[in-house]
Each structure stands twice: as C-alpha cells, then as structure tokens.
C-alpha cells in the first residue's frame, strides 16, 4: 500500500509512556487529530492514482578514483558505507572483474531470481546481486553456492524474514554446513568455530548479512530495530557440523538428505548460552544432561509460548566428547532429546498470575496440545504441585554436534514463527561436492 498515509508517533514519547495512563493520554492526544485528518482527509490528485511511486534508476557503474589504488578504495568505502550499502568493517571494492570472478563459483545463470520481494523494502535476489555482496565480504569463488543456498532459505516464503530483519531483539541466522562440501572450504567445525581465523566461515556469514543488508534496505534505528544491536551481526554464527567426531548421523541426513549431499541450514537464533564442557571440571554425562536441563528450563516459558509469541525450540551445539559419551552408553538423539523434554520441568508454583493465565488460554484456543491442560490452578483437585514441562515435545529440541576435544555444549533459543530451512547446495564449479 504505498500511498498509505502514516502518522508518525515519536518511539521515545510512546515507550515512555505506554505503562503509564495519564502519560500516554498524552501521547494520544498529539496524534488524534492527524490520525482522523489522516482518515477523512479527500484523496490528493497523486494518491489518487494509485500504485507504486516510480523508482529512480540507480546508475549501474560507480567511478571512484584518488591519486593511489588506496584512496580510491577508500573512497568506495566511504561513499557505500555512507549509502548504507555496508556493514562497517572494509570492503572489497566490488568491480566488474572481481564479480565476474566470485560468478565463476557457480553454473547458475547471474540473472536468475532467487527471491523477491525481500523484506523489509523489497529488493530482489539475484545470482550475480548476491556475487557482488559476496566479493564485498572477502569471500572466494568456491564459498558462493553456499552463501546462495543460504539466501534461498532466507527469502523462501515459509521464512519470516521481516521479523528477522526488523525486531527489537537481537536475532539473527544462524548457519550450519553439513555435507562434504564444508571439508573441501576448510571450514571450522572444531575448536573456535564460532571465532576468527576461517575465512570460509568469516566470509560466508559476513556476505549473508550484507545481502540481507542490500536487498532488504534495513539499516539500525531506521527500520532494523535491534534495540542493542545483533550479537553476531557480522554473521559468525556460520559454521559446520563435526560429522567426523559425531557418533550420530549428522543433521541433514536426520532431516532426509543422503549423507554424500551438501547443504545449509538457516534458522533465526536469539540467546545463546554456554553449557557443560570445557577442559576443568570433569561431569559425567548424566551431571551434563541435567546442566542441559537447567538451561532450558531458565530458557524457556513453559511450553515454550510467552503471550504473544508462538511455539520455541532450542538448538543445542552439542561438543562431540559429550555426544560421544552418551551414545556409549546407548543413547541416540531420539534418547537425549526425550530425556531433557521430561527432565526441562517448572513447578507450577512458580509461575506469576499472568504465566498460568497464558498456558490456560493457549490450551483453550489449541496452541497448545491438551497434556498441557495441567493439574494446577482452577484443575488442581489433588493438592500436587505439577511440573510443567519448558517445551512442547522432545522434537522442540535439535541437535548438532560441532566443536573440538575438549569442548563446549551451547544452546540456542529459537521462536518457531521466525522460520527456519533447509536447502540443497547444487551449481557449484569449483567444488567437487554441491554440482
């Protein structure tokens, strides 16, 4: 609706006083009558027309020149940053013979359309718009059937990539290789691989976030409201799973890929929190579990539903020493992810008014299945405290194993209407794996 008439209410006046009546009396009362001239007003001659305003066509070669390669580079630094084009950090400068070098990555056609309209604003995914943001990020030839598959699941329709892009809170994709190809790019998926020092996971993340940046036209405090910024905006959340060490089929392959394909998994990703591990202090691999537990419960709502948000899962990165451990003395993923789903319990004592109010109403309206229709409260006919359990069911839970010997387990929170995917690698040259 882009003749839409808005009426801008100032966030700080409306923030400030959105607990307080009296105060907020006041924040209406400076907005009313713009709001009714706004809906009464007659229609001027130009929004009468309708339609989409015509968009000026961006110039398609940029010049920049100084009197050494460095302050010309500097000059494409300046003017892109300033243009909202980066993400801070330098760039590569993204001239026609570096794109057409980072496309030889690639079978794909350069104007193939991969998703549109991106959120927020509604850019378009191209192949070669996506060599360019590729090229800016220092990535190499052979990292960009990755980063294209990784955009594939972030502008597929089942992805809600607008609350991503413009939360208040810090989400942001997390992504994980699986699949011969992360062996051939040398990507880390040991010790440190959430850190520095990979180009193959550096630059693949970075170039995702600079797509998201270009296509969507999102910038901070415009209209990408992360209120304290994006923990990993910078896109280190990008990294493979230690199929080698893991006693367990890796994660594509529980999802129905065959374990000689490649592909990457994208999902919106909010907290993150460090678990059992590390070289110290020694756990057994039933005081870890129950470490585990702990954090989905301090995580999690019971139910996993708050008020206004949908069903949460978490996503434990689980360090291959413990999933070792487990699966000798007989336990599978299945096994783990029961065992933390009965074990992540809240007494119902211990939820507020409001809490209880919620899973009461989110049982009656079928969010929530009926087990959840619990024994406290107005039901409660047995004097027991119940506990209640932090998520919906066992497959509330993933799990994907990565990190060194010895390691971290770490778990992420991720809210089920923020989306989540995964899609094949295909059209890679320079690789033997995703062809």
Not at 256 to 280: L, R
């Amino acid at each position: 609706m882009p003749q839409l008439r808005i009426i801008v209410v100032p966030a700080r006046s409306y923030y400030m006083a959105r607990s307080v009546e009296p105060e907020m009396k006041v924040v209406v009362a400076e907005a009313i009558d713009a709001i009714i001239n706004g809906l009464t007003k007659p229609l001027t001659p130009e929004e009468a027309k309708g339609g989409t305003p015509a968009v000026a066509k961006v110039e398609e070669t940029l010049k920049f020149s100084g009197a050494t390669y460095n302050e010309a580079a500097e000059a494409i630094n300046e003017r892109f940053l300033a243009r909202r084009w980066a993400d801070g950090l330098s760039i590569v400068p993204p001239t026609k013979e570096a794109v057409n070098w980072m496309l030889t990555g690639t079978s794909r056609s350069p104007d193939e359309v991969i998703g549109v309209p991106v959120a927020p604003k509604g850019g378009k995914a191209t192949i070669e718009k996506i060599a360019i943001n590729a090229v800016m990020a220092g990535a190499k030839p052979e990292y960009l059937p990755v980063i294209i598959a990784a955009m594939e699941v972030l502008t597929d329709k089942s992805y809600n990539l607008l609350h991503l892009q413009a939360s208040a809170s810090n989400i942001v994709p997390l992504i994980v290789v699986n699949g011969p190809i992360a062996t051939e790019l040398g990507m880390n998926s040991g010790i440190g691989y959430l850190g520095h020092g990979w180009r193959a996971n550096s630059t693949i993340g970075r170039a995702v976030r600079l797509c998201l940046i270009n296509f969507g036209h999102t910038w901070p405090a415009d209209n990408d409201m992360a209120l304290i910024g994006r923990s990993a905006s910078f896109g280190n959340w990008t990294f493979a799973e230690n199929e080698k060490e893991s006693p367990w089929k890796p994660y594509h392959v529980d999802l129905g890929f065959k374990p000689e394909e490649s592909t990457v998994t994208v999902s919106s990703e909010q907290q993150y929190k460090q678990g059992p591990g590390g070289p110290v202090t020694a756990q057994t691999p039933y005081e870890s579990l129950v470490g585990l537990a702990k954090i989905v419960e301090t995580t999690e709502f019971p139910g996993g539903y708050t008020a206004t948000r949908g069903h949460h899962d978490v996503l434990i990165g689980m360090d291959p020493n413990l999933a070792q451990r487990l699966a000798k003395v007989g336990f599978s993923k299945a096994d783990v992810k029961q065992w933390i789903y009965e074990q992540a319990r809240v007494p119902y004592s211990h939820l507020t008014e409001q809490e209880r109010k919620t899973l009461s109403e989110n049982v009656e309206k079928k969010i929530l299945p009926m087990k959840f229709w619990f024994e406290g409260g107005t039901r409660n006919t047995k004097g027991i405290d119940p506990l209640m359990p932090a998520l919906e069911g066992p497959d509330s839970i993933r799990i994907v194993v990565v990190g060194g010997i010895p390691g971290y387990t770490v778990l992420w929170k991720y809210d089920n209407n923020n989306g989540r995917g995964t899609k094949l690698i295909r059209g890679a040259t320079l690789t033997k794996a995703g062809r």
